[in-house]
């Protein structure tokens, strides 16, 4: 779950970018989580291939669990989300990223969906990891192609997240009706916090008109109600140690405020703007603490 860092750092670093445009906050704040996004990024994925290189029963393994396996779709959707915080930077160097995420999104989706297709998945192997794939790898690749000037590609691709997302939200929520989440995997809950955010900012990118689109505005109501269900269950979902698997909720709570944030520049009336900046507070606050958690147990292993 590290992979999910990049796309909270990388989230929020966008975040900060709109921030500067609608408060003239500090353009160096954005710029630099950006570029820490992208180098930690770089950093994990070299990891990645290492692993592959000298543990490769191990990563196999990884591949072979039923939930584990579709975190690795992480790794793609995590280049989008470099390749979109790089783009102002290094825009021919983000295209090649944008070309491998892609390219990655796309055949995992398709073979870890294909599994499912095959049946035989236990109810408890049902979470919220299972938008992953499709969902989170949809939007975030129809936001990529929306930040290179490829709306047609775009939309494609949104169109794939959010016909996945309609179709599984059922699953997923029938299972969590059915039997609750372990202790052990609680924090895949902050998956199911991400797609209408995410979705709600890869719309706005994608739609050319400057006005509010109700849609927009209706997946962002969307995402508000589920940041709601959310913290109604902190004391629940506090029962699970920390562990990198917290970086999950950071998708979600970096896109809400972003998502707010593009609507508001849209010309969004309140509650919009009122919205974007609590949530944006509440996203630094959360994944500043997500971070500072992260890096002492990394010191920890360290030691070890």
């Not at 959010?162 to 052990?184: D, T």
């Amino acid at each position: 779950m590290f992979f999910g860092s990049v796309l909270g750092v990388g989230g929020l670093g966008n975040g900060w970018r709109a921030a500067h445009r609608l408060w003239g906050a500090p353009w160096v704040v954005g710029e630099a989580l950006c570029v820490l996004a992208v180098a930690i990024w770089l950093t994990l994925l070299s990891l990645y291939a290492l692993k592959w290189t000298f543990h490769r029963a191990e990563a196999k393994a990884e591949l072979a669990d039923p939930v584990f396996a579709l975190l690795a779709s992480l790794a793609p959707v995590a280049t989008l989300i470099a390749a979109i915080a790089i783009e102002p930077i290094f825009h021919a160097g983000g295209l090649v990223m944008l070309a491998a995420g892609l390219a990655g999104a796309t055949a995992f989706a398709a073979w870890s969906i294909g599994g499912l297709w095959l049946g035989g998945r236990a109810q408890e192997a049902v979470t919220p990891v299972l938008y992953m794939p499709t969902v989170g790898g949809g939007f975030v690749a129809g936001l990529a192609c929306a930040t290179y000037g490829w709306p047609t590609a775009g939309w494609m691709f949104f169109g794939a997240g959010l016909l996945s997302w309609m179709s599984m939200e059922s699953v997923v929520l029938v299972r969590l009706l059915a039997i609750g989440l372990p202790v052990e995997r609680r924090a895949t809950l902050g998956v199911h916090l991400a797609p209408p955010a995410v979705a709600a900012v890869a719309w706005c990118a994608l739609e050319p008109a400057h006005g509010v689109t109700t849609i927009g505005l209706a997946l962002l109501g969307y995402g508000c109600f589920l940041a709601l269900v959310m913290i109604r269950l902190v004391p629940w979902l506090r029962e699970q140690a920390f562990s990198p698997a917290a970086w999950g909720y950071t998708f979600g709570v970096s896109a809400l405020p972003l998502a707010a944030m593009r609507l508001t520049e849209k010309g969004a009336a309140a509650p919009a703007p009122e919205i974007a900046a609590l949530a944006f507070v509440a996203a630094n606050l959360i994944i500043g603490w997500i971070a500072l958690r992260s890096l002492s147990l990394i010191l920890r292993w360290a030691r070890a």
